[in-house]
């Protein structure tokens, strides 16, 4: 199975700031990796598909970007509505598998 | 905007079959162009992709699941189904219902239900 670790496990940063987020894939799994994201009682939200794909209606202060298997989803410009947490899930091979989150604070 | 639909028990008990309903309103659901599945998140923990069905019936299911998981759909009603049978407690989560895009670059989930939460208990 495709391990998805994500780092760190919770932030905190302040309105404008530039955040990033990273994603490490136990083996390579290409651009087979996607960001959700999830606000406090709301269902996942997809962000990013295919490590850099924006998807449509998504702000452009959100990317994605890979080095190997390191994926990192960064947000600039933080916003107050940046809120919550944030999963990378790769697309590679069953069992699609989602990292731990990251939980994002507006300080 | 989509809007699906989660419906079917709040309270299973051990050893039964939880079954649960997923609406996807104005026939989309018999596009090929998009796959159905289920994701789930347990009280305060991560999420977890259960399963995927193709227009066609085509099934994809999570190892540590298959055995006790079947995704079908019925295009006449618009819905698609999940069951998982001998659920314990660890099976206690929110299920979500979400469309999948399936590219080059595998599957992934665009539009997501409010979710069903579901308990497993006597």
């Known amino acids: 199975d495709i391990q998805m670790t994500q780092s760190p496990s919770s932030l905190s940063a302040s309105v404008g700031d530039r955040v990033t987020i990273t994603c490490r894939a136990s083996?390579?799994?290409?651009?087979?990796l996607n960001w959700y994201q999830q606000k406090l009682g709301k269902a996942p939200k997809l962000l990013i598909y295919?490590?850099?794909s924006l998807q449509s209606g998504v702000p452009s202060r959100f990317s994605g970007s890979r080095s190997g298997t390191d994926f990192t989803l960064t947000i600039t410009s933080l916003q107050p509505e940046d809120a919550a947490t944030y999963y990378c899930?790769?697309?590679?091979?069953?069992?699609?598998?989602f990292g731990q989150g990251t939980k994002l604070e507006i300080k | 905007q989509l809007q699906l639909q989660e419906s079917g028990p709040g309270l299973v008990k051990p050893s039964e079959t939880l079954s649960l309903t997923c609406t996807v309103p104005?026939?989309?659901?018999?596009?090929?162009?998009?796959?159905w599945g289920w994701i789930r998140q347990p009280p305060g923990k991560g999420l977890e992709w259960i399963g995927t069905?193709?227009?066609?019936?085509?099934?994809y299911y999570n190892p540590s699941l298959k055995s006790r998981v079947t995704i079908s759909v019925d295009t006449a009603k618009n819905q698609c189904s999940l069951k998982l049978s001998s659920v314990t407690a660890a099976d206690t989560a929110i299920y979500y219902c979400?469309?999948?895009?399936?590219?080059?670059?595998?599957?992934?989930?665009?539009?997501w239900g409010k979710g069903t939460t579901v308990t497993v208990s006597s």
């Open positions: 979400a469309r999948h895009l399936w590219g080059s670059h595998g599957p992934y989930m665009d539009v």
């Open positions: 104005g026939g989309s659901i018999s596009s090929s162009s998009y796959y």
């Open positions: 069905i193709s227009y066609s019936g085509s099934t």
């Open positions: 083996q390579t799994i290409s651009t087979s």
């Open positions: 295919a490590a850099s």
């Open positions: 899930q790769q697309s590679y091979s069953p069992a699609y598998s």
